[in-house]
């Protein structure tokens, strides 16, 4: 009997489907992007949700681990995940990689959602891991180049993650509860920041990527980077033995230091997107400064440093790389009411939901009010961008 036409076809798929399929994985940012963003108003709605009583549980944990794995681990995967490649001269990710990654994205903030927080944690270890294998493998088989030495300091920020979700499911005491949020919540970010922002933020400000032009050069920035993410880890481990007040300037005094000897701050071209640059490293080094002098308040304060500094800066970046993968470079220096409207809300949420730490008795609305211009941030980020997810550079 012969075989029908049809019955061949159906174990194939299209070339156009199979390109597009490469092409997102080239660039997995366009997917995990708007990923991010999406579970970011899904995690802040837990809030006046709870208060309007329409779920059952108080939303603490899930909405933390929501917005730092399913929201900010999001762009970290997506972000590494596209240029990781790109700076080792090495192939890109494959389809597969990419939907294995986005599976354990996806089912990681599901489990946060349904309070499965030991499954969500593991598929979070699972995620950063497998990324991490996916970029050390092209570095050390594929690499036609080295990454830039302040990469270094990104690959720490995912062994803190992956040791601080794996923490929090041990037998704990309070200092090693403290340590597992301190390496999950502010160590899977700040040296990231600190590493892809020495790399970026030079671009961002009109000049070149911040990468070494010299052996010697090359090798001096690896030391700073390796001092960086030595201290930065030393002072979650301060903090966590009780040393306050050390613990958070050390690492304060580390971003500061380390931002300013990485990084020429003479702004060539600005924008608005710029000046929300600026905004983000100064609410989040307020939050850092504030909150040890204030450390029953902590959790309150530090979220100028999680919607401030990590929040903002993870829209303004996300938004260089979309501008530069899309073909319109230029556009990211443009001068724009939109953009103005949206660090005003980037500003708005922070400030918002810091007043409950010095005024109680405003936490419930001004829970809601975080909530809700989060959310329009989010909203309005993603509309913006709305044509740049789905436009290729046509020069690449």
């Given at each position: 009997m012969s075989q029908f036409p049809a019955c061949k076809h159906k174990k194939r798929k299209s070339p156009a489907a199979t390109n597009v399929l490469r092409w997102l994985a080239a660039e997995p940012y366009r997917v995990f992007f708007a990923s991010g963003a999406v579970w970011s108003m899904i995690g802040v709605s837990l809030w006046p949700l709870f208060y309007a009583q329409q779920i059952g549980f108080y939303p603490n944990f899930a909405h933390a681990r929501i917005m730092i794995e399913a929201f900010a681990g999001a762009f970290v995967v997506g972000f590494l995940g596209t240029a990781g490649p790109r700076m080792a001269t090495a192939p890109k990710l494959t389809p597969l990689e990419l939907s294995w990654l986005f599976a354990l994205h996806q089912a990681s903030a599901i489990c946060h959602l349904r309070l499965h927080h030991a499954w969500g944690d593991g598929l979070f270890v699972a995620l950063l891991g497998s990324l991490l294998l996916c970029l050390v493998i092209r570095v050390v088989r594929f690499r036609q180049e080295m990454p830039p030495p302040q990469m270094l300091l990104a690959l720490t920020g995912l062994a803190c993650g992956i040791t601080g979700a794996a923490l929090m499911h041990t037998e704990m005491?309070?200092?090693?509860?403290?340590?597992?949020?301190?390496?999950?919540?502010?160590?899977?970010?700040?040296?990231?920041?600190?590493?892809i922002g020495s790399f970026v933020f030079p671009r961002m400000l009109g000049g070149d990527f911040g990468d070494p032009k010299t052996a010697a050069q090359g090798r001096v920035k690896l030391l700073r980077a390796i001092a960086a993410a030595a201290l930065l880890v030393g002072?979650?481990?301060?903090?966590?033995?009780?040393?306050?007040?050390a613990g958070y300037a050390l690492r304060a005094g580390v971003a500061v230091i380390y931002l300013l000897t990485e990084v020429k701050w003479k702004t060539q071209q600005a924008g608005s997107?710029?000046?929300?640059?600026?905004?983000?490293?100064?609410?989040?080094?307020?939050?850092?400064?504030?909150?040890?002098?204030?450390?029953?308040?902590?959790?309150?304060?530090?979220?100028?440093?999680?919607i401030g500094g990590f929040g903002m800066l993870i829209l303004v970046v996300g938004s260089r790389v979309l501008f530069g993968h899309s073909g319109d470079l230029e556009g990211f220096f443009a001068k724009s009411k939109w953009v103005r409207l949206l660090v005003f809300l980037g500003?708005?949420?922070?400030?918002?939901?810091?007043?409950?730490?010095?005024?109680?008795?405003?936490?419930?609305?001004?829970?809601?009010?975080?909530?809700?211009?989060?959310?329009?941030?989010?909203?309005?980020w993603l509309l913006w961008h709305r044509r740049r997810f789905a436009k290729r550079d046509e020069e690449e």
């Open positions: 005491t309070a200092g090693r509860f403290r340590l597992a949020g301190l390496l999950l919540y502010q160590g899977f970010l700040l040296p990231p920041v600190l590493g002072s979650f481990f301060l903090e966590a033995c009780g040393q306050i007040i997107l710029t000046t929300g640059l600026f905004w983000a490293l100064a609410i989040g080094g307020m939050g850092l400064v504030l909150a040890p002098f204030h450390y029953a308040q902590h959790v309150s304060i530090e979220h100028l440093l999680y500003v708005l949420t922070a400030t918002t939901r810091v007043v409950p730490a010095w005024v109680p008795q405003t936490t419930v609305s001004h829970h809601i009010y975080a909530a809700v211009s989060w959310s329009l941030l989010s909203l309005f």
